[in-house]
């Protein structure tokens, strides 16, 4: 069964940086694009960024462009969003997904991290 | 940027209704649209792909339909275990965009 797990998330002071993680098993994570997707507390739900298999081929939100970058490490199955500058506005559930290809819908979605951004 | 309009934004039905709902995209998208069911408290969940593919294990009383800019999910005799919130998420091109959501609810 395909699992998906994301850790990282807490509170941090506006400014201020946070990593997030997502462990991946029960799929070939090599062979799948990824992708982050957040949700403020009682809003829909926002796509922040997506990378391709080898990591070159990313994607960002305007809201996140230059602030978030999405990477990847194949060899330990794991998704990572390294954020900066955060603000108040990206308080959010963030989940993991992966996505059989760039071009492809995000299909299955971890049980998603919660950070606040606060003062 | 695509924009997605989904209507309506909230739905009172009874169980063993049919309910459809709808998604318009602003431009364009094929069949680059998915459903995605969502209870509170928990991830989304895939029901539909590629407009009109159900996902391996979900009820055939969801279908999808649509092409181009006008796509709708219809659910066709609900269960209590379907009210929920659902969005749709186009992804024909980056940034991929979602539906404002559907809440499904008790009559």
């Known amino acids: 069964d395909v699992q998906l797990l994301e850790s990282g998330g807490g509170l941090v002071q506006p400014g201020g940086s946070l990593r997030l993680s997502c462990a991946a098993s029960?799929?070939?994570?090599?062979?799948?694009?990824m992708s982050w997707v957040r949700q403020a507390p009682g809003k829909g739900l926002e796509w922040v960024s997506s990378?391709?298999?080898?990591?070159?081929?990313?994607f960002y939100a305007d809201s996140v462009k230059g602030r978030f970058t999405i990477s990847r490490d194949n060899s330990r199955n794991t998704l990572y969003l390294q954020m900066n500058s955060l603000r108040a506005e990206d308080t959010a559930v963030y989940y993991c997904?992966?996505?059989?290809?760039?071009?492809?819908?995000?299909?299955?979605w971890g049980p998603g991290t919660l950070v606040t951004v606060s003062s | 940027d695509i924009q997605m309009t989904q209507s309506p934004s909230s739905l009172s039905a009874s169980v063993g209704d049919r309910v459809t709902i709808t998604c318009r995209a602003s431009?364009?998208?094929?069949?680059?649209l998915g459903w995605y069911q969502q209870k509170p408290g928990r991830a989304p969940k895939r029901l539909i792909y590629?407009?009109?593919t159900l996902q391996s294990g979900v009820p055939s009383r969801f279908s999808g339909s649509g092409s181009g800019t006008e796509f709708t999910l219809t659910i066709s005799s609900l269960q209590p275990e379907d009210f929920a919130t659902y969005y749709c998420?186009?992804?024909?091109?980056?940034?991929?965009?979602f539906g404002q959501g559907t809440n499904l609810e008790i009559k």
């Open positions: 997904a992966n996505q059989r290809y760039t071009s492809s819908s995000v299909d299955y």
């Open positions: 998420l186009q992804y024909d091109s980056y940034p991929r965009t």
């Open positions: 029960g799929f070939t994570f090599s062979s799948y694009a």
């Open positions: 590629a407009a009109s």
């Open positions: 990378i391709g298999t080898r990591g070159p081929d990313t």
């Open positions: 431009q364009g998208i094929r069949d680059d």
